[in-house]
């Protein structure tokens, strides 16, 4: 593969991951804006979701993207019930508070699928795969193309729904002002329950996205849940364009920087991801493509 080759499929590779990054943290960013909760166990959801999608694949015998079908409403449950028990209890508590038990539930929850599965990465097997080819040297993965469809088709429909729907209308007005919200007769908790419980489906269903083209074990949250940090630092909180943006960005630097540089390619693509949080936060504190605003009363 010459250089020119080795570029493009670079680029090719890092917008296709740009769209996976991208809806891997709306959930994570939607949260944090509308409840003013930063979710330490958001790559725990996501390590539930590829587990169910996989055993779906194994014992079902479903593609990853048919099972969707089923781990999408399976993890709006899951979800919904951890807001009710759980983080309710911790939304008008001190931040350190929230960040310690989402933290505390990130590791009780991989440990409990370490105990269930153990440690063994495993892998969903998928009918859609194949290779397109662009150049002699350079081509479209299948499996990561259909990804970044359905990733697309997500975030569409969670923008349309935040946009145009009442409930959508009134968790977008519960994030801007909470307590206005109430005075106009929104049920807040109501309101946190469902975004809660949306936000968890998407980050499952990311989960099982991912699942055709990467191993899935116990421990795999804690690097995704700081990526859907940096993410989010360069979007905007529940911007869904910025975040199509910033997963873009991220993919991009990560792939090229994996692919240009030999040998130490993709630990230094890895960390790169972090050196540009720093650098964003630094340099442009309010984000890339919109505000770093927490929920009002945070």
Known sequence: MNFSDLVLQAVINGILLGGFYAVMMLGFSVIWGVMGVI??????????????????????????????????????????????????????????????????LSVAMASTVKLIYKADPRVTNTALTGFWDVTSGAGIPATKFYILVVALIMMAGLYLFLQYTRLGKSIRAAAQNKEAARMVGIEIDKVYAITFAICIALTGAAGGLISPTTSIFPFMGPPLTLKAFAITAMAGLGNIPGALLGGMVLGLVENLISSLVPGVGSNLGITSSFVLLVLVLVTRPQGLFGGLKPAEGH
Do not use: S
Not at 47 to 66: C, E
Not at 67 to 78: D, G, S
Not at 80 to 88: E, G, H, T, V
């Open 39 to 104: 979710n330490l166990a958001h790559g725990e959801f996501l390590m539930v979701g590829a587990y169910m999608t996989w055993a779906l694949n194994r014992q079902l015998g479903l593609d990853p993207f048919l099972a969707l079908i089923i781990v999408i409403p399976a993890m709006f449950l899951l979800g919904y019930i951890f807001q009710r028990i759980l983080i309710n209890r911790i939304i008008e508590r001190p931040f350190l508070i929230a960040l310690l038990v989402t933290y505390g």
